[in-house]
């Protein structure tokens, strides 16, 4: 079974610091996704990352993909109270029937 | 173009009782995927449709049920309602060949 970890599962910080959070898992993705949940809504996608050890960034935020294709991580500069959400990974498993395995999340709080 | 539309927002049922409710995706897009979304379990993958054809199915027991109509909208039905199934129940709708998804606002399900 194939699984996505993410750590770490709370993170509350003030605003104008910097965070990471991760997401591992050991299998191999062809792909992966991250999204960003407000309350009271659906996710919403934020990036996709597709080649081991891409970089992409938007705005203040940085995906990063693994160069094996097993994880990511996302780091956000300097933190704005709009950034507050519950941060999620989908990899999108190898072979023919391509399925999203979703990680449980990470629930950022940016207090000001 | 329209996003995902999930109905209602909210809905308490009472136990043993069923429900339906109704997605309707972006134009154009014909697969669609239904969730079940709870704070200890995370994003659990219910079922995806494409074209009127269930294509892939969740682990979850035969109450939960599911059926796409040929201009791609969705419905997703429980039966014998449980406590347990109270959730954010959310609908996604993913372009051919794609797999990035996007959601609804989804609908709060409380069993009373």
């Known amino acids: 079974t194939q699984l996505l970890e993410q750590s770490p599962q709370f993170l509350s910080i003030q605003e104008g610091e910097n965070l990471t959070v991760y997401c591992n898992s050991s299998s191999v993705f062809s792909s992966l996704q991250w999204y960003r949940q407000e309350p009271g809504e659906g996710p919403v996608l934020l990036v996709t990352?597709?080649?081991g050890g891409e970089v992409k960034k938007l705005k203040r935020l940085t995906f990063q993909f693994g160069d094996a294709r097993k994880d990511s991580s996302l780091h956000i500069t300097a933190a704005q109270p709009g950034d507050t959400g519950l941060y999620l990974c989908?990899?999108?498993?190898?072979?023919?029937?391509?399925?999203?395995?979703w990680g449980l999340g990470t629930s950022l709080a940016v207090n000001p | 173009k329209a996003g995902v539309t999930q109905t209602p927002r909210y809905l308490i049922k009472t136990r043993g009782q069923q429900v339906t409710l109704s997605c309707s995706p972006i134009s154009g897009h014909r697969s669609v995927s239904w969730y079940q979304q709870t704070p200890g379990q995370g994003l659990q993958f219910l079922f995806e449709y494409f074209s009127e054809t269930q294509r892939n199915k969740g682990n979850f027991p035969g109450r939960f049920s599911g059926r796409q109509f040929s201009n791609s909208r969705s419905e997703m039905n429980v039966s014998t309602l449980e406590l347990g199934d109270s959730a954010l129940y959310l609908c996604?709708?993913?372009?051919?060949?794609?797999?990035?998804?996007?959601f609804g606002q989804g609908t709060r399900l409380t069993v009373v």
């Open positions: 990352v597709v080649t």
């Open positions: 989908a990899g999108v498993s190898a072979g023919n029937n391509r399925k999203l395995i």
């Open positions: 996604a709708s993913s372009f051919q060949g794609t797999t990035e998804a996007f």
